[in-house]
């Protein structure tokens, strides 16, 4: 080749084929400048057929800067790798072409925003084809009329002042990475709403980028979504707009992310910069659009609850009010973990009869309720119902202690797993066994507790008073009968019409206070009704623990129909007590219901 056409430059512009050392590229289209003084195409590379990001920029400019800072990080998975990189002795690019109108541009000093693109006509260069084919770029179109047909125009728009392009002979760095499918990036994730829980975890993981990156002394100062690739994990593939700390701009920028201190280029650069960035993406996401352009305009937030004081304190003016970002990060994670807790809300209704037998002068029924509230949440629910035996004021002392018992010990709140937390209730009534054994001779109680942390659901229960899980108009026994007509109903010796005028429908196989010690397994739990230790409650779910004196006298079924027909809840206890009434109530009777609510989170 001789030294004339050596000299010539590369020029690149869309449709043109071209190598980058031995791997072939085709420039599909121009997306403008979106970093300072870096000119962004995308390509097709030939070899795989993907799609390509190529950038050109100064060989000591911001693109330098990359590679220097990924060679730092190494292999970071949440950094895209770039494929090559090479410095062009003599580069030239051809901006008069089409760009996105949702592309970012840079002028030479000021970064001036997403909107309308600014396009730099710098010069024309003369048999611009002739110069691609000497410097081996091959054109995409057939030679022929058009082409012709685009020089004539050129000639008669010619301007002699306009000839020399700008920095022609410079030499340029090249770098050339696979680039996000569109619709897997930030910029269409940006388009759709997004709950809060979602909302929170993208801005967790940006914020978690930029918190990696300034500890190794380097800060975002600004990204392009164009370049974010959305996934399990997100990926950065432009690092053209991370500075060390500490660096002094030479000029000033303004845009979407961008702290307002940057427009002026005079203070060193420091995290809570990138701190802004981060609460300027969580804005945009929340209110679907960017931060107003005019920095003299109030930000206006939506009053959402922890949202509106993260935003509040990110994009405050004075830096030195910002969350650093390592503060920031554990505030958008602990936010998304209390608004991806549901918030539970519990209603109770309740009565207790002595009911009409004369031999039942003391109402020997006792129960209660405890709960834990965590914040706006009503998150722990602790209930029970306990029917002394014994006479008279020996099987009412036992049922109050019971009662007692499980209700004053401290509910541990500590992360426990289910089982440590069955083990808990377990030992709540070996303590109520011991008690009542300890204080009342040849007395007892019946005990049946249920435990709700959250939507989780777990019982303990001892006797015949029964625990109902009523869901959606289907009534469930979660207990199991501890007596004697129940043993006779499971070997078929009885039938369920039979079990309610059986003689020996009273004699009970398990109590509290009557035995020595509890054994093993003594202690009923949700396994042996439902194969597991737990189960999730669902919204609307009504859990109902009675006494014999209820059940006895009012079906399953019956009960269901109060509780599906009535909404109110005290209205459906205070109906099914008065069946019981109706029906002769020969026993104490005690109902008490409870209604569990769930509703989600928080919500933009």
Not at 237 to 266: H, I, Q, R
Not at 391 to 408: D, N, P
Not at 439 to 455: C, D, E, P, Y
Not at 512 to 522: C, F, T
Request: aromatic share 6%; charged share 20%; hydrophobic share 40%.
């Amino acid at each position: 080749m001789s030294d004339a056409t050596s000299q010539l430059p590369l020029i690149i512009q869309e449709n043109i084929c071209f190598h980058i050392e031995a791997l072939p590229i085709e420039i599909i289209s121009y997306l403008g400048k979106l970093t300072p003084e870096i000119d962004y195409f995308q390509v097709r590379i030939m070899s795989d057929a993907k799609l390509g990001l190529l950038r050109i920029g100064a060989t000591d400019g911001a693109l330098n800067r990359e590679l220097l800072l990924r060679n730092q990080l190494g292999d970071y998975k949440l950094i895209s790798r770039i494929l090559l990189h090479r410095v062009e002795e003599n580069v030239a690019v051809d901006t008069n072409a089409n760009i996105s109108p949702d592309a970012n541009t840079i002028t030479s000093g000021i970064f001036d925003g997403v909107s309308d693109p600014l396009l730099s006509i710098l010069g024309t260069i003369e048999n611009l084809e002739d110069h691609n084919l000497e410097n081996g770029n091959t054109p995409l179109t057939e030679p022929g009329q058009e082409i012709n047909e685009d020089k004539e125009y050129l000639e008669e728009e010619y301007y002699p002042e306009a000839e020399i392009l700008v920095n022609v002979s410079n030499e340029k760095l090249l770098v050339l990475s696979y680039l996000p499918d569109e619709n897997q990036s930030l910029e269409h994730w940006l388009k759709t709403e997004h709950d809060l829980e979602q909302s929170l975890l993208i801005t967790s993981q940006i914020c978690q980028v930029f918190r990696y990156l300034h500890q190794r002394e380097w800060c975002i100062l600004n990204f392009v979504p164009r370049f974010i690739q959305m996934g399990t994990l997100i990926q950065f593939f432009d690092l053209t707009s991370v500075y060390p700390l500490g660096e002094v701009l030479n000029c000033g920028f303004m845009g979407n992310y961008y702290a307002p201190e940057l427009a002026y280029s005079k203070d060193p650069i420091e995290e809570k910069m990138s701190s802004y960035a981060v609460g300027a993406l969580l804005y945009q996401i929340i209110h679907r659009q960017n931060l107003p352009t005019d920095p003299t305009k109030q930000i206006e937030i939506n009053p959402i609850p922890q949202i509106y004081q993260i935003l509040k304190i990110c994009l405050s003016q004075l830096p030195e009010e910002r969350f650093t970002l390592e503060q920031l990060l554990k505030i958008l994670v602990n936010t998304r973990q209390e608004i991806t807790i549901p918030k539970v809300n519990w209603e109770t209704a309740s009565l207790s009869t002595l009911g009409l037998s004369i031999n039942r002068l003391q109402n020997e029924d006792n129960y209660g309720i405890k709960q834990h509230k965590n914040g706006d949440r009503l998150t722990v629910m602790l209930a029970g119902i306990a029917d002394g035996m014994g006479g008279m004021s020996q099987g009412e002392l036992a049922s109050r202690l019971a009662i007692e018992t499980i209700l004053g010990s401290p509910i541990p709140l500590e992360n426990l797993t289910k089982e440590q937390y069955q083990e808990w209730l377990q030992s709540l009534f070996v303590e109520a066994h011991d008690r009542v054994s300890d204080q009342i001779k040849n007395g007892g109680t019946t005990l049946s507790v249920i435990f709700a942390l959250s939507q989780e659901l777990m019982i303990a229960h001892v006797g015949d008073s029964r625990i109902y899980l009523l869901r959606q108009g289907e009534m469930r026994q979660l207990s199991e009968d501890h007596s004697l007509v129940a043993i006779l109903l499971a070997s078929g010796k009885i039938t369920e019409e039979e079990l309610s005028n059986h003689p020996d429908r009273n004699i009970l196989t398990k109590s509290i206070g009557w035995k020595g010690r509890l054994s093993a397994g003594y202690v009923q739990d949700l396994q042996q009704t439902t194969s597991k230790l737990t189960m999730k409650l669902e919204h609307g779910d009504i859990l109902l623990l009675c006494s014999d004196g209820v059940w006895d006298l009012v079906s399953k079924n019956q009960l269901a129909t109060n509780f599906t027909t009535e909404s109110n809840l005290q209205t459906a206890v205070n109906l099914t007590i008065d069946q019981v009434l109706q029906e002769g109530a020969t026993d104490n009777a005690t109902l008490l219901a409870l209604r569990f609510s769930v509703t989600d989170g928080l919500k933009t």
